[in-house]
T-cell receptor, first 112, second 115 residues
Framework: IAGITQAPTSQILAAGRRMTLRCTQD?????MYWYRQDLGLGLRLIHY???????GKGEVPDGYSVSRANTDDFPLTLASAVPSQTSVYFC???????????FGSGTRLTVV | AQSVAQPEDQVNVAEGNPLTVKCTYS??????LFWYVQYPNRGLQFLLK??????LVKGSYGFEAEFNKSQTSFHLKKPSALVSDSALYFC?????????????FGAGTQVVVTP
């Protein structure tokens, strides 16, 4: 592993189902973020975490939850998926300092 | 709260011509500014950043950007565009007082470079 690994790469999910998007980093970065990308809206922040055990709500947190049990993992859970959660989801991390952001390759989620 | 505007949904340019992608921002204090590029079905790749210092920032793949505080702008430029520069470009800002390091992204600008 080098950087950030997201899984799955893509998923088709029935509405109402529960889904966890996985994000793992091997850089020992303290800060981690989840964004969703939608056409014409750019990337919008869902949740973030600055250290294990601490999380915060971003711009569009409704319908999503996160946990940060350790430094490396930052899973995003959709408790009961709805079609409006169809999107591409990116996990990111930031090392010490102001500017060292790393992004994962994304998870393309389609809720039908 | 910070915000970013990319006023053009798409920029079309002929190969070899100069490329400019516009970005304006709103943030309290001196901003941290970033440009990222996204190729189809790929993640975001870092191009360049402005944190402090020289207003003209040089980045990857021959791109540069100029921080203009009075106009609150951070336009991305390349003197001679390549077809391979065709991609989706995002400007992002972070408030220096934000200890969480949250990035606010613009909506993105699709760049199309024609041969």
């Amino acid at each position: 592993i080098a950087g950030i690994t997201q899984a799955p790469t893509s998923q088709i999910l029935a509405a109402g189902r529960r889904m966890t998007l996985r994000c793992t980093q091997d850089m020992r970065h303290n800060a981690m973020y989840w964004y969703r990308q939608d056409l014409g809206l750019g990337l919008r922040l869902i949740h973030y975490s600055n250290t294990a055990g601490t999380t915060g709500k971003g711009e569009v947190p409704d319908g999503y939850s996160v946990s940060r049990a350790n430094t490396d993992d930052f899973p995003l859970t959709l408790a009961s998926a709805v079609p409006s959660q169809t999107s591409v989801y990116f996990c990111a991390s930031r090392g010490q300092g102001a500017d060292g952001y790393t992004f994962g390759s994304g998870t393309r989620l389609t809720v039908v | 709260a910070q915000s970013v505007a990319q006023p053009e949904d798409q920029v079309n340019v002929a190969e070899g011509n100069p490329l400019t992608v516009k970005c304006t921002y709103s943030v309290s204090g001196n901003p941290y500014l970033f440009w990222y590029v996204q190729y189809p079905n790929r993640g975001l790749q870092f191009l360049l950043k402005y944190i402090t210092g020289d207003n003209l920032v040089k980045g990857s793949y021959g791109f540069e950007a100029e921080f203009n505080k009075s106009q609150t702008s951070f336009h991305l430029k390349k003197p001679s565009a390549l077809v391979s520069d065709s991609a989706l470009y995002f400007c992002a800002v972070r408030a220096p007082t934000d200890s969480w390091g949250k990035l606010q992204f613009g909506a993105g600008t699709q760049v199309v470079v024609t041969p």
